[in-house]
């Protein structure tokens, strides 16, 4: 009888702990390769979306059952959503163990995406050693989703938790931490002079009880590379268009006036 033919990749990113994610390649297709499974194994690191995609179509004119996406540290979930997407083929997330690496929280939200979007997949984590990685020894039809040992065993809730709390410290309101890194990069550009900040009278009026860190954003802004806009009487009346249409919510009058 022949052997469940599977793919294997393993995933990070340049600036990670690519040494982890060499070991963790190691690590877990020796385990694989133990079981009854032919493994398909892509010899190096896939450290980007292109080589994602490009690698996976590769593996899918293999005839394989199922690609084993090894995420041994922190990654763009993108990378493994958009090579699902090409190839069709159903998927195993694998988020492998190591507290220096982030690879269980990198194959969480990757988990969470393809979920998202209706993507066949199975996820497990864990130590190609532990009995949790050991499970991709059976049949992908036969795991179990679980977030008991990722939750129970690991700092991972705790430790989002504390990103959040002293992001919003040093922010002085709530964040999205997704759009964090878009946003210093936009300021970065408006104080180069190479984009202008356009700042209305409503900005000026909420800055005013902002916090000192809220406000010291426009203020190390050059004054050359701000524009002040104010509210026309024409702005007013189609804002209150907006609202009454219900194009807007009632609470929204300050976006609609500046829209």
């Known amino acids: 009888m022949p052997k469940p033919k599977i793919g294997l990749m393993t995933l990070s990113l340049p600036r990670e702990r690519t040494d982890i994610a060499e070991q963790a390649h190691k690590e877990l297709l020796a385990a694989l ?18 080589d994602a995609i490009r690698v996976s179509e590769d593996m899918a004119h293999q005839h394989l059952c199922t690609i084993v996406y090894n995420v041994a540290t922190w990654i763009y979930a993108p990378m493994v959503v958009s090579a699902v997407q090409v190839t069709g083929l159903p998927s195993i997330v694998y988020g492998y163990r190591s507290p220096a690496a982030f690879g269980l929280v990198g194959a969480a939200i990757t988990h969470g995406s393809l979920d998202e979007v209706g993507f066949t997949h199975r996820f497990a984590y864990g130590h190609p050693t532990d009995p949790v990685g050991r499970r991709l020894g059976v049949p992908a039809r036969d795991l179990v989703l679980t977030f008991n040992n990722l939750i129970r065993r690991t700092p991972f809730v705790g430790l989002l938790g504390d990103m959040v709390a002293e992001l919003e410290e040093a922010y002085g309101h709530p964040v999205d931490t997704e759009f964090r890194e878009i946003s210093s990069a936009l300021m970065d550009e408006f104080r180069k002079g190479t984009m202008k900040a356009v700042v209305s009278e409503i900005t ?27 509210i026309t009487e024409e702005a007013s009346i189609l804002a209150n268009r907006y609202i009454s249409e219900g194009v807007l919510g009632k609470d929204k009058l300050a976006d609609a006036q500046v829209a």
């Open 33 to 50: 390769q133990k079981q009854s499974l032919e493994v398909v194994p892509h010899p190096k690191l896939v450290l980007s979306m292109e």
């Open 204 to 230: 000026m009026v909420e800055l005013m009880n902002a916090p000192p860190e809220v406000r010291k954003i426009l203020e190390n802004i050059p004054k050359d590379n701000i524009e002040h806009v104010e």
